[in-house]
Nanobody, 114 residues
């Protein structure tokens, strides 16, 4: 599975961005897609995931501000990020997991200025 992420950029604190990730194959069944991020000097961390059933999970740091969603017909997962903070600055990676296999997309940079 190849994953192509887009939508990153530079935004002021309090602003919004929407990330998109398109998978190279059908994502409708039995998988989990989501977003992770890695800030300079830090480990990669989970941001949000969504299963094929629609069940979501979020890091505590983004709850209430970020929303993960998916459109199976378009093989796409989204991350709507609102009320962005400087500490959200990181490279964001799309992730796809199915039957124990993990796939990663190339990251997209999100920079939030104060």
């Amino acid at each position: 599975v190849q994953l192509q992420a887009s939508g990153g950029g530079l935004v002021q604190a309090g602003g919004s961005l929407r990330l998109s990730c398109v998978a190279s194959r059908n994502i409708a069944n039995s998988n989990v897609m989501g977003w992770y991020r890695q800030a300079p000097g830090k480990q990669r961390e989970l941001v949000a995931t969504i299963g094929s059933s629609g069940i979501t999970d979020y890091a505590d740091s983004v709850k209430g501000r970020f929303t993960v969603s998916r459109d199976n017909a378009k093989n796409t997962v989204y991350l709507q990020m609102n009320s962005l903070k400087p500490e959200d600055t990181a490279v964001y990676y799309c992730h796809f997991q199915q039957r124990g296999m993990n796939y990663w997309g190339k990251g997209t940079q999100v920079t939030v200025s104060s």
